[in-house]
């Protein structure tokens, strides 16, 4: 019987730390690069790490149906964010720098992916 209320109050204080951040809000201007692949092939994109609590997230919903995120490491100076071409079609992986989970964005990289 008392296993019950530690669960509950275990799960309470386990809520806020689940909570999604706040969607990048506008991206300024940034380079865009153009990728062209096949179906199954993995795109790499290596972003460069920044300083002062800065980091890179995913700044828009990419067309799933096109290219899935599977992994992201720090890979000596960069950030290294891999997905997997699933499909047919065109879509745009966009990132923005910001300062931890904010929504501010202090620089951009957009990648326009093209899966045959």
Partial sequence: MRLVPVVVVAAALAAPAI??????????????STIRTQKGELVSFALPVRSNGRVWRVARQSNARVVRQISEADVGNSVVLVFKAVGKGTTTVAFGLTRGETARAYESRRFVVTVR
Avoid at 19 to 32: D, F, Q, R
């Fill in 19 to 32: 909570a999604a951040a706040p969607p990048v809000g506008p991206l300024p201007k940034g380079p865009v």
